[in-house]
């Protein structure tokens, strides 16, 4: 199932749009080109994660070799990136995320429209919402199982803890973030601070 979250912090169905034309294998580099495409051509963020959200199944079905740039997660930190792609000037993100068991995220939005979809484990996204000011308050949680996505705006807030015994592995793709507006949040103090 994929899944779209705004700053409602509420989750519903992506609705992502199937498109029968993307040929198999569909390499990386495709899914770059694609991703500029859309990006040019889709001003809502929404509408681009709707087309985006299927290539990014359809690349991580052809994809095997992904597994071969797999970080274990860092003992000191419980977390990993890997870049999958980095280019000077090209706005996107392209990466996967390792977490260890039971490692959490703060409290954060991302400040750019992004999909994560799970290769490895669970992961239980917690939402939020902005209130007044800087606090926030808690909406819902899901938990996100291996070859689900979630679709977030840029105004989506939310925490991640990594469910079981194995470490997570996700793929992670972002659009162009915006760090005046990124932000790490304490719900208990009722706080944000940028990046």
């Not at 899944?3 to 770059?32: F, K, M």
């Not at 990014?56 to 003992?75: G, K, N, R, S």
């Amino acid at each position: 199932m994929d899944w779209l979250v705004t700053e409602t912090g509420l989750h519903q169905p992506l609705n992502a749009d199937i498109d029968e034309t993307l040929r198999s294998p569909y390499r990386l580099y495709r899914l770059l080109t694609d991703l500029e495409d859309i990006v040019a051509e889709y001003e809502n963020e929404i509408d681009r994660l709707q087309r985006i959200c299927p290539r990014v199944h359809q690349f991580l079905t052809d994809a095997q070799w992904l597994e071969a740039y797999y970080i274990p997660p860092d003992p000191k930190k419980g977390w990993s990136v890997s870049k999958l792609y980095d280019e000077p000037d090209y706005p996107l993100t392209v990466q996967m995320v390792a977490w260890m068991p039971g490692s959490t995220s703060p409290i954060h939005n991302h400040a750019a429209w992004g999909i994560v979809t799970m290769l490895d484990g669970a992961e239980k996204n917690t939402f939020w919402r902005r209130t007044e000011g800087e606090a926030v308050e808690q909406t819902e949680s899901i938990v996100l199982e291996v070859g689900e996505s979630i679709g977030f705006t840029p105004e989506a807030i939310h925490c991640i803890e990594a469910l079981g015994d194995t470490p997570t592995v996700s793929f992670n793709l972002y659009g162009k973030t915006d760090y005046s507006q990124r932000f790490e949040f304490d719900a208990i103090a009722q706080t944000a601070k940028r990046f």
